[in-house]
């Protein structure tokens, strides 16, 4: 049941300027773009000519499919960038294919995951990594950057649907390389999100690994997130960085047996739900708390506390509220496995309080 940024996985969009229109604006730029093409292209003979326009159609169709619950304008963004590929080689013009490698791998990886699509992830991959064949730290570091933070949420999102160590040990090791462009300094924001991803990455990589060596890395990246993601900077960021850190600490403290990292785990948790309130969101505010409730669960089992077990039973009661009213039947059924393991716990630590 855990919420994380795992939600929003390709970072630094590569359609900025699209981005800032509205929605008609995009609306009337791909309108415009699919009434012009025949002329811009009128036969096959000259690709090259028509690759910029193609290119920029499917960065139109792109920035509006980001928006839009469908997949089909996606899936026309994807064959714009191809169409514009079949007239970019590396060789005439290196960086406009790269641009096109680029946009094409951000938008597979966007479609891949509205599909669940282990495929077009993997594409998507492909993608991202001829791109960088072209950009380098050396000639084009903020293009670099930008591949390599996409790059780090691609093989981050496949490593963990395959559960595969290596994918997200790549994807920690494209996250450090964009820490090389975008400092603390030169982009305090950047770097602070960057921090959060590396943070999530180490996350999911330290829980296929045996010591805590992995998961105490993520703990130290989230809480470098938070020297600089503050709640009165940016408040949405704040929270989800320390339902971030909520969650390695928990992680954390279950694997070394250690109390202290389960109580920091709950005050971070506590942390989120000052922002992410049942009224503002609530299915975002009751998966916080069911992570908080699960914490405090961890937490009974170690100290015997059972007020701790009582109150994760309030909160779970709250959540399971808010899941039934939104029709999420899922999480719903999830809550009622949380609830029973919690009634055994209540009744265990009463029989062993009376012994």
């Excluded at 495929?119 to 998507?124: A, F, G, Q, T, V």
């Excluded at 994918?167 to 090791?173: E, G, N, S, T």
Aim: negative net charge; glycine residues 6%; hydrophobic residues 45%.
């Amino acid at each position: 049941m855990e919420r994380d940024e795992r939600r929003t996985d390709f970072k630094s969009v590569p359609f900025s300027a699209w981005e800032c229109m509205g929605d008609a604006a995009l609306e009337q730029a791909v309108a415009q773009y699919e009434a012009q093409m025949p002329s811009l292209a009128p036969g096959q003979e000259h690709p090259a000519d028509r690759a910029p326009s193609q290119h920029r159609f499917g960065d139109a169709l792109a920035a509006l499919g980001m928006r839009r619950r469908g997949t089909w304008l996606l899936e026309k963004a994807i064959a714009a960038f191809e169409r514009a590929l079949a007239g970019r080689s590396r060789e005439a013009a290196p960086l406009e294919w790269a641009t096109t490698q680029n946009s094409l791998g951000y938008t597979l990886g966007t479609l891949a995951q509205r599909h669940a699509d282990t495929d077009m992830l993997e594409r998507s991959i492909v993608a991202f990594e001829a791109a960088l064949e072209v950009r380098s730290l050396e000639n084009t570091p903020q293009d670099w950057a930008i591949t390599q933070q996409n790059l780090g949420a691609a093989l981050f999102t496949l490593g963990r649907r395959k559960k595969d160590k290596t994918l997200l040990k790549r994807a920690c090791d494209a996250y450090k390389n964009v820490l090389q462009v975008w400092t603390r300094e030169r982009a305090p924001l950047d770097w602070a999100a960057t921090m959060d991803h590396l943070g999530t990455a180490l996350r999911a990589l330290g829980e296929h690994r045996k010591g805590p060596r992995t998961l105490e890395q993520a703990v130290a990246a989230y809480r470098s997130a938070l020297s600089l993601r503050t709640r009165e900077r940016v408040p949405q960021d704040w929270a989800m960085t320390q339902n971030n850190l909520g969650a390695a600490l928990h992680k954390l403290g279950e694997r070394v047996e250690d109390i202290r990292h389960l109580e920091a785990a709950i005050e971070a948790y506590e942390n989120a739900l000052q922002e992410w309130t049942r009224e503002r969101d609530p299915v975002i505010w009751a998966m916080t708390l069911a992570n908080q409730a699960a914490a405090c669960k961890a937490l009974a089992e170690w100290s015997g506390d059972v007020d701790l077990v009582r109150g994760a039973l309030a909160d779970f009661a709250a959540v399971g509220q808010v899941f039934r009213e939104a029709s999420h039947a899922q999480y719903y059924e999830l809550v009622v496995e949380q609830v029973a393991l919690l009634r055994k716990l209540e009744q265990r630590l009463l029989q062993a309080g009376d012994a």
